[in-house]
């Protein structure tokens, strides 16, 4: 039987694109070993913990009449998987959330000069007197003595009472007794301390990690992380108690990247909305929980820390809460996740390296791209691949994937130029034939698809995957492919002119324009990259609407920018229009596959999350482009020579 021309192969060599074809298999077949510890890893790690800070738990409960236990297996039944609680700080005290009181005091120093010191008093009468008095006495270095006649504890803090306002004081007794009585995980979190304090501080952790189990999570509360810069104490007590630290997410805290590091890999990521940020950004409850869910669903964390509404005419504030809480954990199950205590990513498997396969996979790609793109603009794009071209790629790619396995810097280097090439490369393919601009589009996206798997594997690692360290070429995959596909098409005459008669002659007003528009809209675009605050209310709600219709929603630059740009080209070209502007639409469509690409590049991302959104993104931006082609081929041009009819 014969066989097509694309299979047939000879000594000399075989057909460019059955190189092309069999670089991508092996690609993928490399790239798909790479990823198997990273997609196990996906499947195991989908149960998630909806936690409740105790302090918003006690109100709702005396206005509902019900202990605090009582309400908290109320909410156990609706979906609650844990507790919050942590330390008091000198701020805490002095209004009144623990029972232990602060006061100032002086004493006289040995030169008979008045130092000022902090008194400590607890209530004789309070049940936990003798185990609050312990704990003082650990973290001031100081004797307990009795205060009063009716059996008040005081302790001495040879510090002044202003500077232990940030500081934590003793831990919130009653948070840790109600998680245990009802049989809640906790998660503790550890106040700041001065400097002088760090081993007093270190050892009430350890007082307190000993004397209540249940805590199941830890991490440090207020701007600055205990111990600063000397962490090593606190993750070596971390370790020693088998105890794993909640990263939390877009922390800002002094010192939480370096605690990450050391407690790695017994780490769990954790998202909070404070109070503060949902009035100051007026975020709704169903906002709230959309947010949540995208957290669990897009970027793999397991700990959400949910608030009960701050406002509202609510005549059960802990059945409102309870019902947030079911519908969460209802959404949430939807998605494939569990509810539960998670476990540690890394607990029954070791944190793997880099695989070689990956550094493959990439290598490849890279070479193949960057092949491609130079033949494209120098005019050489031979039908046939000679044989000695195809040892020296396989050589190169061989040497190149053994740099990369080995040196982290040359693989980060080597990530970045894979991403920006392979965007290029596709976007290429996806505009290289208008009069088949479907066939086009499909080629440029599995292109597309090749490459960002290639690169998900080399980076498919543990330090990525809990994000310790960032993909370094995600504003490059903005910035260069736009220029290396505006250098093709001057160079090949794509545009009507060359890049030398263009630099030679004065530019006009409207290209003045449209370079401003483009480095507007660029600048626009790499600034609203990782920041979703800036994301105007209209934008946000189509993402939910989006999010909520179908699960993994396409990105915006693709639906609505790539895919439409890609359609509206390949009519400009069939109708002979905008000879002089269609290298806008090409510039377009090469941001659109940029994200195609980068989507890729959120390895805390599901992976097949990501696929489902770049499917939808596809078959979307299709949809959006043939309703643009159509509105400015039925409706605009028509209307434009209506105009300039009668301007005539």
């Known amino acids: 039987m014969k066989l097509p021309r694309i299979f047939s192969l000879s000594w000399r060599g075989f057909p460019a694109r059955t190189f092309v074809v069999f670089v991508s298999v092996v690609v993928l077949l490399c790239s798909g070993f790479g990823l198997v510890p990273r997609l196990r890893l996906e499947e195991d790690n989908r149960i998630v913990a909806i936690l409740a800070d105790c302090r918003d738990i006690l109100p709702l409960a005396r206005r509902a009449g019900l202990s605090t236990v009582d309400a908290l297996e109320f909410l156990k039944k609706k979906g609650l998987g844990g507790l919050m609680a942590g330390e008091f700080t000198g701020e805490d005290l002095l209004f009144g959330h623990s029972p232990v009181e602060m006061s100032p005091t002086t004493s006289q120093g040995k030169e008979g000069i008045a130092a000022q010191e902090t008194l400590f008093s607890i209530p004789g009468d309070y049940s936990d007197a003798m185990q609050l008095a312990r704990l003082l006495s650990t973290r001031t270095g100081t004797t307990p003595f009795v205060l009063s006649a009716s059996g008040d504890i005081g302790v001495i803090c040879p510090v002044p009472m202003e500077a232990l306002r940030k500081s934590g004081i003793v831990p919130d007794l009653e948070g840790l007794k109600v998680a245990a009585a009802a049989n809640l995980p906790l998660f503790y979190r550890v106040a700041p301390a001065q400097t002088w304090q760090l081993r007093q501080s270190i050892a009430v952790l350890k007082s307190v990690l000993s004397d209540w189990p249940g805590i199941s999570a830890v991490a440090p509360s207020g701007e600055v992380v205990v111990g600063y810069p000397d962490l090593n104490p606190l993750a070596?007590?971390?370790?020693?108690?088998?105890?794993?630290?909640?990263?939390?997410?877009?922390?800002?805290?002094?010192?939480?990247?370096?605690?990450?590091?050391?407690?790695?890999?017994?780490?769990?990521?954790?998202h909070s909305v404070t109070n503060e940020e949902l009035l100051a950004r007026n975020i709704d409850r169903v906002a709230l929980r959309e947010r949540l869910i995208r957290a669990a669903v897009e970027r793999s964390v397991r700990i959400l820390i949910l608030r009960p509404a701050v406002s509202g005419n609510m005549t059960s504030p802990l059945n409102s809460f309870g019902e947030e809480v079911k519908t969460l954990a209802e959404e949430l199950n939807a998605r494939g996740l569990r509810m539960g205590w998670p476990k540690l990513p890394f607990a029954d498997r070791p944190a793997w390296r880099m695989s070689i396969w990956s550094a493959v996979a990439c290598s490849m790609t890279l070479f193949l791209s960057m092949i491609r793109f130079l033949k494209r603009i120098t005019g050489t794009q031979d039908k046939t691949v000679d044989r000695s071209e195809v040892v020296a790629f396989i050589v190169l790619s061989c040497l190149l994937a053994g740099a990369v396995w080995r040196v982290g810097s040359i693989a980060r280097l080597v990530g970045a130029l894979t991403t920006a090439f392979v965007v290029t490369e596709a976007a290429l393919l996806a505009m290289e034939d208008p009069n088949r601009c479907w066939k086009s589009m499909v080629t440029g996206f599995l292109f597309a698809l090749v490459g960002g798997l290639a690169v998900a594997a080399l980076f498919s690692d543990p330090v990525y995957i809990l994000r310790l360290n960032t993909f370094s070429g995600v504003?490059?995959?903005?910035?260069?492919?736009?220029?290396?596909?505006?250098?093709?098409?001057?160079?090949?005459?794509?545009?009507?002119?060359?890049?030398?008669?263009?630099?030679?002659?004065?530019?006009?007003?409207?290209?003045l324009a449209l370079v401003m528009a483009l480095a507007v809209l660029l600048g626009i675009i790499l600034f609203r990259s990782d920041n979703v605050r800036f994301i105007p209310g209209?934008?946000?709600?189509?993402?939910?609407?989006?999010e909520r219709m179908l699960i993994a929603r396409p990105r915006n630059r693709e639906v609505f920018i790539g895919y439409p740009c890609l359609l509206l080209y390949a009519?400009?070209?069939?109708?002979?229009?905008?000879?002089?502007?269609?290298?806008?639409?090409?510039?377009?469509?090469?941001?659109?596959?940029?994200?195609?690409?980068?989507?890729?590049?959120?390895?805390?991302?599901?992976?097949?999350?990501?696929?489902?959104?770049?499917?939808?993104?596809?078959?979307?931006?299709?949809?959006?482009?043939?309703?643009?082609?159509?509105?400015?081929k039925f409706a605009a041009l028509p209307l434009w020579r209506k105009i300039c009819f009668i301007a005539e």
């Open 236 to 270: 070596s007590l971390l370790r020693e108690s088998g105890i794993p630290v909640a990263m939390i997410e877009f922390s800002r805290q002094i010192g939480a990247p370096g605690l990450n590091w050391l407690s790695f890999p017994d780490l769990i990521p954790l």
């Open 475 to 511: 504003k490059l995959t903005l910035m260069l492919p736009p220029l290396l596909v505006a250098l093709h098409d001057m160079r090949r005459r794509i545009h009507p002119e060359s890049l030398g008669s263009l630099l030679s002659r004065p530019p006009l007003f409207g290209e």
């Open 538 to 546: 209209l934008e946000a709600r189509i993402r939910n609407a989006l």
């Open 571 to 632: 009519f400009a070209v069939r109708a002979k229009l905008w000879s002089r502007s269609r290298e806008l639409l090409r510039l377009g469509v090469t941001i659109g596959f940029a994200s195609v690409v980068n989507s890729f590049c959120h390895y805390h991302t599901p992976l097949a999350f990501i696929l489902l959104r770049e499917f939808h993104g596809l078959w979307g931006g299709a949809l959006a482009g043939v309703a643009v082609v159509f509105v400015v």
